[in-house]
């Protein structure tokens, strides 16, 4: 009897201490709320304009610095490239590389001024980007009116040893295949973070199809 009770007492102490485990990994995975003042700074610097009422933010962070990169970033991507002219410190680069290992859960803390919703692939979460308030053109069909800041996607933020640098990738991508990918490097002054420089990573445009005359007929001038 005395032993099967050492043996319970044992069992229970022992799950306590996996749950304090699981516990401690999920907060250690939990985007800290000081680095959602850095992505504001960046959509708000960057992304929005004066029409802008709603902006769709990919839920999950991104591992990648281009679009065809399947594996998480490693340092010879960063020596490869040679971002900011090779000039980023080297403990920031990998404090970058370390955090951007796992996709982590962006939570609601932004405060961009405007409404946003987060999206997880092609699932926009309640409520809908369709609230946005549609326009009508001439021939009566209805379309999006550019109020839609669509979409964004972060990675997670990474800070040096004096914690004084700081280093996030942001990356916007439209409907029609178009965007582009972002370094942004941050530098703290005094309590204050400040947008100290920022390097392209990768753009795709996608070129508008030009009407084509008729062959035969010649060109008219006005």
Same mark, same amino acid.
């Given at each position: ?8 007492? %044992? ?8 749950? &304090? ?20 700074? !960046? ?13 769709? +933010? ?10 065809? *990169?399947?594996? #998480? ?23 970058? +590389? ?16 405007? &409404? /946003? ?5 092609? *699932? %926009?979460?309640?409520?809908? $980007?369709?609230?946005?308030? #549609?326009?009508? $053109?001439?021939?009566?069909? !209805? ?21 004084? *640098?700081?280093?996030? /990738? ?33 753009? +795709?445009?996608?070129?508008?199809? *030009? ?10 001038? #006005?």
């Amino acid at each position: 009897m005395m032993t099967r009770l050492v043996l319970l007492v %044992i069992a229970v102490l022992f799950a306590d201490v996996l749950l &304090g485990l699981s516990g401690a990994v999920t907060e250690s995975d939990r985007i800290p709320a000081e680095d959602y003042p850095l992505y504001d700074q !960046v959509v708000t610097s960057t992304f929005l304009t004066s029409v802008t009422q709603l902006v769709v +933010i990919e839920r999950l962070t991104r591992l990648r610095l281009t679009p065809d *990169q399947e594996e #998480p970033t490693t340092m010879g991507a960063f020596q490869e490239q040679e971002y900011f002219d090779g000039e980023l410190p080297s403990d920031l680069v990998r404090a970058f +590389i370390s955090v951007n290992r796992e996709p982590s859960r962006l939570e609601g803390r932004f405060h961009i001024g405007v &409404g /946003y919703r987060f999206a997880t692939g092609d *699932q %926009i979460e309640e409520p809908e $980007v369709s609230l946005a308030r #549609p326009v009508m $053109v001439d021939d009566a069909r !209805v379309v999006q009116a550019p109020l839609v800041l669509e979409r964004l996607a972060f990675s997670r933020v990474a800070r040096n040893l004096r914690n004084d *640098q700081a280093l996030l /990738y942001v990356e916007t991508l439209r409907p029609d295949g178009a965007g582009a990918g972002f370094l942004v490097w941050f530098r703290r002054q005094g309590q204050r973070w400040k947008l100290f420089d920022t390097a392209v990573a990768w753009t +795709i445009q996608v070129e508008e199809e *030009q009407e084509q005359e008729p062959e035969g007929e010649p060109n008219l001038a #006005p």
